[in-house]
């Protein structure tokens, strides 16, 4: 039959045009000349072996394991409409502990398991809808105080402290330049100052990190399963749960009294300042969606947006300023959301 006199191109043999359904991938046609084969989607089992994988790699490297780990995890509870992840989590969570505690010993299989577990809950969290923001803040914040414990304890058992410990980390590396010109001493004391300064908050770092990059992994795979953007959350419309502003208040009271503790003082300011890091980040976080809520509200150009961003990223850094915005805006709602449901939400592209 000929070809109707049109300004559509003609679809190469072999190939069909794709139907409306987002979830049909179509691709070549077999060799009998039937209907063209569609890819078939991951299943349950490539998702078991893609945690137990990830959970070995987790065990030699914490950082790059995580993400794999999370994929894995949104396979296989994908495939098993919300369920199938007992088998999963443990399988992966023991091999990441065999795997870390024959290459590194036991301190660091602490930590490799607890990015395990970590990554396991971003994972599941994801593919069941349920990673808000506080959902969020709180596995980072489970993981840091679990990080923060594990080094309490070993701590504990080779007779020392945690503030002891780091400042013994550090003069061993410092020892390994003790014939170095004045300069370089002068460097390593102003770097020991840094040091002491930043250590305590490195837990919560830690727990971000892993966080982020398990968060990547997932949202990669669900993406492409899922195929619709409408359910990926909108940056500019995330919300702090309102409960996260009396963590921030209860922190500060027992900061305070952790001077009158003397018996768990040191535990206690680890602790709080490790909310306290947490918090600014989530509430920085919130600034910077109010501010890119009110870029995109003025249509200001995008070298005049890269200015202001500029501008708040170095007066977080040195002031706080963006966490403060954060903070008043849990409060009194600048982007006027609906917070009459549930505030612990993350809204997606549909609430717009």
Known sequence: MDRPDSNIPQAPEGYSRPESSPQNFVGPSNQNGGKPRPFEAPTYKQGFVLCVVGGVITGLLSFIGAALVAYGMVIAIYCKKGHGWFGPAITSVLVTGVAA??????????????????????????????????????????TALALLGYDAFFAAMAGTTLPELAQNVFNQYASQVSGASPEIQEGLSTAKALFM????????????????IARFGARTVYKALTRDPQKLPQFQLMDVPFWMCAL??????????????????????????????ALRVVFALQGLAVLTWFVREKHFSPALSLSLFVLA????????????????????????LNRSGNQDSEPTINNN
């Open 248 to 277: 921030a208040v209860a922190n500060l009271f027992v900061y305070a009294l952790s001077s009158t503790i003397l018996s768990a003082q040191d535990i206690l300011q680890l602790i709080t300042l490790n909310v306290f890091m």
């Open 197 to 212: 300064l930043f250590w305590p908050t490195s837990y919560t770092g830690m727990a971000l990190l892993y966080f982020v």
């Open 313 to 336: 990223g170095m007066l977080e850094v040195q002031l706080g300023v963006m966490a403060l915005v954060g903070l008043i805006d849990a409060w009194v709602n600048f982007r006027k």
């Open 101 to 142: 505690y024959l290459l590194s010993g036991p301190t660091e299989a602490a930590t490799s398991v607890t990015a395990c577990a970590l990554a396991l809950g971003v994972g599941y969290t994801f593919a069941t809808e349920k990673l808000t923001v506080g959902v969020g803040s709180l596995l980072v914040g489970a």
